[in-house]
Nanobody
Framework: QVQLVESGGGLVQPGGSLRLSCAAS????????MDWYRQAPGKQRELVAT???????NYADSVKGRFTISRDNAKNTVSLQMNSLKPEDTAIYYC????????WGQGTQVTVSS
């Protein structure tokens, strides 16, 4: 069982930045593929960014050039740096860890509004 705890959400104005973090409870963190998802009200959960165990990254088209996913295997954390935020980025953001199974955090709210 892997416990994931997200932090860093909040209210930000359009054009602003936020950095989300996700702490994992497993000592095998380096072996997991880590994802950030988001779910806006009334919409399906969507994949935002992925980082593999080898450090390769992939992004949804809607966030390319604005968001950066990174991981620190020494601290068992994955982060999502979000710049140039737009109102349409408003959602609950979830991190997930996948290897054999998939584990989810509880989510953190991000609200982009003036």
């Amino acid at each position: 069982q892997v416990q994931l705890v997200e932090s860093g959400g909040g209210l930000v104005q359009p054009g602003g930045s936020l950095r989300l973090s996700c702490a994992a409870s497993t000592s095998a963190f380096r072996l997991y593929i880590m994802d950030w998802y988001r779910q806006a009200p009334g919409k399906q959960r969507e994949l935002v960014a992925t980082i593999t165990s080898g450090g390769n990254t992939n992004y949804a088209d809607s966030v390319k050039g604005r968001f950066t996913i990174s991981r620190d295997n020494a601290k068992n954390t994955v982060s999502l740096q979000m710049n140039s935020l737009k109102p349409e980025d408003t959602a609950i953001y979830y991190c997930s860890a996948r290897r054999v199974g998939t584990y989810w955090g509880q989510g953190t709210q991000v609200t982009v509004s003036s």
